[in-house]
């Protein structure tokens, strides 16, 4: 399965807009497939923060929203806040005409740095 | 409360295998399909498999294909990974996670909501 290619990092002062890119393939996001993407700090487990490609769970702050548009989805936050610092990965479906090969497939992952 | 209990950290040497368990509670243990995703160090997530606990039926990523099991007991809401043939590559965190769909907008959308804490797992001889 291939990998969603995201930018290794962003940063940005509180309270900027600071967007994150995820780039996929006709196969994957584009095929078309969801975008979830899930927020990640240091030493613990990944958290689910959108789903569906714009929908935010209960809980999820809405400085966070997703969009997608063809082979490419985007994360963006909002009043940047320095308990924002994590890594944030997008995930999606890999599809192929061998099913064998067919599967889930995440981002490479960008670390929010607040400035 | 729905959570996700994972097995304890483990040592192993090249050649050997590995099995990693995940518990859970505070749902319908068959009603949602669990997936296996590591973590090795400093890297990002990788999807391995994917276990439906009502038949037991799996699913797995290209790369782990000959190399990995997943299994299921109802009786104990457990799932199991096992990986066999180990090398120093496959040192690394272990997550199981629960797929949920959700819905929205008359839309449904299948997303991993409830993650264990992980399991790290490190090869070295």
């Known amino acids: 399965q291939s990998v969603l290619t995201q930018p290794p990092s962003v940063s940005g002062a509180p309270g900027q807009r600071v967007t994150i890119s995820c780039t996929g393939s006709?196969?994957?996001?584009?095929?078309?497939?969801?975008v979830n993407w899930y927020q990640q700090f240091p030493g613990t487990a990944p958290k689910l923060l959108i789903y569906?490609?714009?929908n935010r769970p209960s809980g999820v702050p809405d400085r966070f929203s997703g969009s997608k548009s063809g082979t490419s989805a985007s994360l963006a936050i909002t009043g940047l806040q320095a308990e924002d610092e994590a890594v944030y990965y997008c995930?999606?479906?890999?599809?192929?005409?061998?099913?064998?090969?067919?599967?889930?497939?995440f981002g490479t992952g960008t670390r929010v740095t607040v400035l | 409360q729905v959570q996700l209990v994972q097995s304890g950290a483990e040592v192993k040497k090249p050649g050997a295998s590995v099995k990693v368990s995940c518990k859970a509670s505070?749902?319908?243990?068959?009603?949602?399909?669990m997936h296996w995703v590591r973590q090795a160090p400093g890297q990002g997530l990788e999807w391995m498999g994917i276990?439906?606990?009502?038949?037991?039926?799996?699913k797995y990523a290209q790369k782990f294909q000959g190399r990995v099991i997943m299994t299921r007991d109802t009786s104990t809401s457990t799932v199991y990974m096992e990986l066999s043939s180990l090398r120093s590559e496959d040192t690394a965190i272990y997550y199981c996670?629960?797929?949920?769909?959700?819905?929205?907008?008359?839309?449904?959308?299948?997303?991993?909501?409830?993650w264990g804490l992980g399991t790290m797992v490190t090869v070295s001889s």
């Open positions: 996670a629960r797929e949920v769909t959700l819905e929205s907008g008359g839309n449904n959308h299948d997303t991993f909501d409830i």
């Open positions: 505070g749902y319908s243990f068959t009603r949602y399909d």
């Open positions: 276990i439906s606990p009502i038949g037991g039926i799996t």
């Open positions: 006709s196969s994957d996001i584009g095929a078309p497939s969801d």
């Open positions: 569906g490609n714009t």
């Open positions: 995930q999606s479906y890999g599809q192929a005409y061998d099913s064998s090969l067919s599967g889930y497939v």
